[in-house]
């Protein structure tokens, strides 16, 4: 499995914007499908955003259309998530995920591995 490790989460208001990164390494290939989770309190995790890592093709949840952008940098092995117009119903830990195989789908998996979360907490 390769090592995900997140950050940039924080604290922001409603209305605001963070980015959070998911940098992979270890002895596999950067052509697995990257996806972004969310668990908040009590709630089951939930799929936020994925992204073919060849093509570049992103997915997204309806939650989050238009506000929140997933993207890749192939020479760092990093996938980001910018998120914009946060929401208190944002508040989550955020959890990056890479596909276990080429054929991984973004949205549904399967996946290999996971980062250890990172907490974004939005307030009014």
């Known amino acids: 499995q390769a090592q995900l490790v997140e950050s940039g989460g924080g604290l922001v208001q409603a209305g605001g914007s963070l980015r959070l990164s998911c940098s992979a390494s270890g002895r596999t290939l950067s052509a697995f499908a990257m996806a972004w989770f969310r668990q908040a309190p009590g709630k089951e995790r939930e799929f936020v955003a994925g992204i073919r890592w060849n093509s570049g093709i992103t997915y997204y949840a309806d939650p989050v259309k238009g506000r929140f952008t997933i993207s890749r940098d192939n020479a760092k092995s990093t996938v980001y998530l910018q998120m914009n117009s946060l929401k208190p119903q944002d508040t989550a830990v955020y959890y990056c995920?890479?596909?276990?195989?080429?054929?991984?789908?973004?949205?549904?998996?399967?996946?290999?591995?996971w980062g250890q979360g990172t907490q974004v907490t939005v307030s009014s």
């Open positions: 995920a890479q596909g276990s195989s080429y054929s991984s789908d973004p949205r549904s998996g399967p996946f290999g591995s």
